[in-house]
């Protein structure tokens, strides 16, 4: 069964076929160079077949196939080939499914006819506190889709343990990029992370793709980024820092808008008070005169551009929270921030500024 599983998933590209060759090699044999074979005949996996294999023949004429994928699929290669299933594979590849793993079937067809020879338990690894990084991304608003070529009892088992929100299974490439099309076409915005070759046309639909960098290089030339850990759940990240991007600009613009205002009412009564002397009245922070009051929102002005280039470098800091509280903190911080300020800085300023001969 070993030997029959790593021949069949040598041209499998795919983590999963990796991975059983890498299991034939723990049960002792050793890698099989392609040039030793004879006269090999190989079929790579793909999404719509679900089965990778080989075909052999020999000089004397004899010759043997191999195959391994998914039940169904190797099932019918077997029995359109006269062979019969055994009921415990059926049996045995359910409870595979039901406990969260995927069984993969491997068959041949050599000289006693074609038959299956045994079952692999492929099992999928939930990453260790993935489900509350999911449940983080949905604090930010973002609903999270498990979409897999799995069969259904294998992707239910995944999602439940996974914490995702809604999965796909026995999903085609197709099927793929027709979800994101139909998000897309909704208004959502769609970020999706993949390995496969099968990943590749959605990858290449969806409006951020990030591609394992253990993936395929189908999967990666698609992505719009490689992560380098090869971590789904990096889209967290990935989110963060474009969020911490908008926040810390809709801040500034916040902060510069309303810190105009402010000033505003310092220079406007100054300059204009002579000839209309009724703007008297809006210079509510007493300024001493109208040079003081000039001078000292230009000194408030530069001191406060130095002052908000830390921020401006170090990024206003993300919680997550809904657009609405978000937009709520920005003006009170930032806004009422921006307005207040002004007001107490130049203020300061023009009490001393007032003391200078002059200027006062």
């Not at 074979?37 to 196939?65: H, V």
């Not at 998000?183 to 915005?189: H, S, V």
Request: aromatic residues 4%; contains cysteine; hydrophobic residues 45%.
């Amino acid at each position: 069964l070993a030997d029959a599983a790593q021949l069949s998933s040598l041209a499998d590209e795919t983590p999963e076929g990796r991975s059983v060759v890498d299991l034939a090699l723990r049960y002792g044999l050793q890698p099989v160079a392609r040039e030793t074979l004879s006269n090999p005949l190989f079929t790579e996996f793909s999404a719509r077949t679900r089965m990778s294999g080989i075909n052999l023949s020999w000089d004397n004429g004899a010759g043997c196939a191999i195959r391994k994928g998914a039940v169904k699929q190797v099932c019918e290669w077997v029995e359109a080939r006269g062979g019969t299933v055994p009921p415990e594979a059926v049996a045995w590849s359910a409870s595979v499914s039901e406990s969260g793993g995927t069984p993969l079937l491997v068959a041949v067809h050599d000289w006693d006819g074609p038959r299956v020879l045994g079952i692999i338990h492929l099992k999928d690894v939930v990453k260790e506190g993935i489900r509350e990084r999911f449940a983080e991304l949905r604090s930010m608003g973002i609903r999270t889709v498990m979409v897999t070529g799995d069969n259904e009892l294998t992707a239910r088992a995944i999602a439940q343990e996974a914490g995702v929100d809604e999965y796909l299974a026995e999903a085609t490439p197709e099927d793929k990029m027709a979800l994101i099309q139909r998000e897309q076409a909704g208004g959502k915005l769609v970020a999706m992370t993949g390995d496969g070759t099968n990943d590749a046309p959605a990858l290449a639909q969806a409006d951020v793709g990030v591609a394992m960098n253990t993936g395929t290089s189908a999967a990666k030339e698609a992505g719009n980024m490689v992560d380098l850990d090869s971590n789904p759940t990096k889209l967290i990240d990935i989110v963060e820092v474009g969020k911490q991007l908008l926040i810390t600009r809709g801040a500034l613009t916040t902060f510069s808008i309303t810190n105009d205002v402010a000033k505003y009412f310092a220079i406007i009564p100054a300059m204009f008070a002579a000839a209309y002397p009724g703007l008297g009245a809006l210079n509510i922070m007493g300024l001493s005169s109208p040079t003081s009051a000039i001078t000292s929102a230009i000194i408030f002005n530069a001191l406060i551009i130095i002052a908000l280039i830390p921020l401006a470098l170090r990024g206003v800091r993300y919680k997550p929270a809904s657009a609405h509280d978000l937009l709520r903190r920005n003006l009170g911080v930032y806004g009422l921030g921006g307005l207040i300020l002004p007001f107490i800085g130049i203020k300061v300023i023009d009490l001393v500024v007032s003391t200078i001969p002059g200027l006062g």
